[in-house]
């Protein structure tokens, strides 16, 4: 009996531990239900998964709740805002005090500086004058002074007047001379063209009747001494060409030494007129 009863109790305790497993499962499913709800995107706080979101760990609070937190965090933050505004406000009373002592200072400075200035200022007599309220000075000496200004500018403009006008009768005498220059060694060019052809001719005639007297190799010869002789006459005449340049150039740099030259923008335009 005693063995029956051993087995028995076991076998009550057993059932027991089973019974209070039973009970809170019971509980946790009445309490952990399975429910469905829609909610708003920005009210799902939770990380999204790539596929499928785990919501087994997931919490769900009321909305009032969450109100009334955020109107406490609002509170606090509002609180805090005043409270640096007061700061700031304060902070900034502080600067605006600074400043107006450092204002003060130099506006103390300012007028100690002026007191000095005033001591040691040179009482003259239009500064009297001014100060017993006279205007210093009349309209006779403003008069007087305009007319010597006048006087001034008029002397000014007649000596630049006449260092013009000198200049241009230079430069129109150095025009002049230049003109004349050009027709004379326009005249000595034709003069020259005129002898050349001269020349040619009267070289022409005399190979012309030579030619008829004179046999094959003679006459290559003949030609042969002719053609050299051009050359020489081109040679020649390009080198006096070349001499005349220099000595025009040299004598324009002779003339630059008393009074300027234009004899380069002469030139120039000259040429652009030819092209």
Known sequence: ????????????????????VVRIKINAAELNLEVLVRLARAQDELEQE????????????PVNSLNIINEEISRLGDEQVKSLNKIKHFRKSINFMEWENS?????????????TD??????????????????????RD????????????????????????????????????????????????????DAVSVREAVARSRSDSLAGDLSAEQR??????????????????????EEIDFLRQELDRLRQRTFPSFSHATRDRLWTQDG
Request: hydrophobic share 40%; net charge positive; proline share 0%.
């Open 50 to 61: 790539a596929v499928v979101t785990e919501y087994s760990d997931a919490i769900l609070l």
């Open 220 to 241: 290559t010869a003949h030609r042969m001494k002719r053609i050299t002789l051009r050359r020489r006459l081109i040679d020649l005449a390009r080198l006096q060409t």
């Open 118 to 139: 005033l001591q040691l200022l040179h009482v003259t007599k239009n500064l009297q004058s001014v100060m017993k309220g006279d205007q210093g000075i009349t309209a």
């Open 142 to 193: 403003q008069l007087h002074r305009a007319e010597d200004r006048i006087a001034i500018m008029n002397r000014a403009h007649t000596k630049k007047s006449r260092k013009l006008i000198s200049i241009n009768l230079k430069v129109s005498q150095q025009i002049r001379s230049r003109k004349d220059e050009n027709e004379r060694l326009k005249q000595q060019l034709n003069e020259l063209k």
């Open 103 to 115: 204002f003060l200072k130099e506006q103390a400075r300012d007028l100690e500086e002026y007191y």
């Open 1 to 20: 009996l005693v063995l029956i009863l051993a087995r028995t109790e076991t076998r009550i305790n057993e059932v027991c531990d089973q019974q209070a």
